[in-house]
């Protein structure tokens, strides 16, 4: 099974271009959140995307993950490297993570700031900041570079991609 994950900030266009591009080529979407949610039964985390459980949540997530192996079916994972804590501290995801659900490839999706903040409190109704932004894409995209580095995985990064940057890019890291 091919597995590519689709990360960046909440906001940045993950689900919008995710669902776009699943359709065109014929994979599997999912958000990291909605395996979660299904697999434990409930959510652990608010509105503000704020987590808790973040071991248990990822257990979870790799757990769902390695049930959809089995259908052999390409997937699209749209989830982060890096979470806020209930203190607004960064937490970024263990490299184990990513390597347990054995990732192909690894996009990482980029955004304005202004866009982002925009994006939420229209989508969430959530105020924040664009210096908050800011500090967390930063956050993900180091550790994203990290994570990738020391376990071998393609990554590519989109600032502002198009429907079909992002479908090219998918079809180089993977041969579906």
Excluded at 136 to 157: D, K, M, N, Q
């Amino acid at each position: 099974m091919t597995v590519i994950f689709l990360a960046g900030v909440h906001g940045v266009g993950k689900g919008h271009l995710g669902a776009l591009v699943s359709t065109g080529l014929g994979v599997l979407h999912l958000t990291a959140s909605q395996l979660i949610r299904e697999e434990k039964g409930r959510e652990s985390w608010g509105a503000d995307k704020v987590v808790t459980d973040v071991d248990d949540n990822q257990r979870a997530l790799i757990q769902a993950v390695e049930r959809l192996r089995d259908s052999g079916q390409a997937l699209l994972l749209d989830g982060h490297f890096v979470l806020r804590a209930p203190n607004g501290d960064f937490i970024r995801l263990e490299a184990g993570v990513f390597s347990a659900l054995k990732l192909s490839g690894v996009i990482l999706l980029c955004e304005e700031a202004d866009r982002i903040a925009a994006r939420l409190l229209q989508r969430d109704g959530v105020h924040t900041t664009p210096d908050s932004i800011r500090a967390l894409a930063a956050e993900e995209e180091a550790h994203a570079r990290e994570v990738c580095g020391a376990l071998s995985i393609p990554l590519a990064v989109f600032t502002s991609p198009t429907e079909t940057s992002l479908t090219d890019t998918i079809r180089r890291l993977v041969s579906w």
